[in-house]
């Protein structure tokens, strides 16, 4: 069982590489980085999702970067809506919709707040391949460090670093997934691609 200094550290470490990503002014260079950084910490932390099993040898399948999935978007107003999603081991995750952005080319996406201790943006994604995790994924949710950087005027939203959710590689882990408001008709290859775990 993880304890709750691996997982604390494991958080350090998240937040620490999206730092570096933010101050890369090169988002393909970013990418690399970030890809490089998610690989090391799947496979070698002992906090990670991923069951023991399959760690040696685990890499994830990160997309090759498409600079025109990159966006730079005002969060506009949307109506209020509140999500709670009940959960074994946290109980109820409240989390209150605090806009939307719109992707050129690619749709909308519901804006996020968790409304619990610690707040933060949310913004999940499920898109039409089958070639991604299928509950859907995460662009950035700053509560555990994952943020790529902006304001509401001009929120960077980078579907190159959609990455899967821990439950995505186990079950002894809950994850919110995407509701109507975060899933896209189209296909987003980008960012984190699902492989099956064994183990």
């Known amino acids: 069982m993880t304890d709750a ?3 604390r550290d494991w958080r350090v470490r998240v937040a620490d590489l999206y730092a570096e990503v933010r101050s890369e002014p090169d988002p393909e260079v970013a ?3 970030w890809a490089h950084g ?3 910490l799947l496979r070698d932390h002992p906090a990670t999702p991923v069951p023991a099993a399959a760690r040696a040898s685990f890499t994830p399948e990160v997309a090759p970067y498409d600079p025109a999935l990159r966006f730079v978007v005002p969060v506009e107003e949307a109506a209020p809506e509140r999500r709670e999603v009940p959960t074994p081991t946290d109980g109820v995750v409240p989390f209150e919709r605090v806009g939307r952005v719109s992707l050129p080319g690619v749709g909308g996406l519901d804006v996020w707040w968790l409304d619990s201790y610690g707040g933060g943006i949310f913004v999940p994604l499920k898109d039409g391949s089958p070639r991604t995790y299928g509950g859907g994924r995460y662009v950035l949710d700053t509560v555990k460090g994952a943020d ?4 509401r005027d001009a929120l960077v939203v980078d579907l190159n670093f959609a990455y899967q959710p821990s439950c995505a590689y186990s079950s002894d882990w809950v994850c919110p997934l995407p509701g ?4 896209l008709a189209v296909a987003v290859e980008a960012g984190e691609l ?5 183990g």
């Open 180 to 183: 109507p408001g975060n899933t």
């Open 5 to 7: 200094w691996e997982v």
């Open 31 to 33: 990418h690399r980085m």
């Open 148 to 151: 790529l950087g902006g304001t």
């Open 38 to 40: 998610r690989a090391a």
């Open 194 to 198: 699902y492989v099956p775990v064994e």
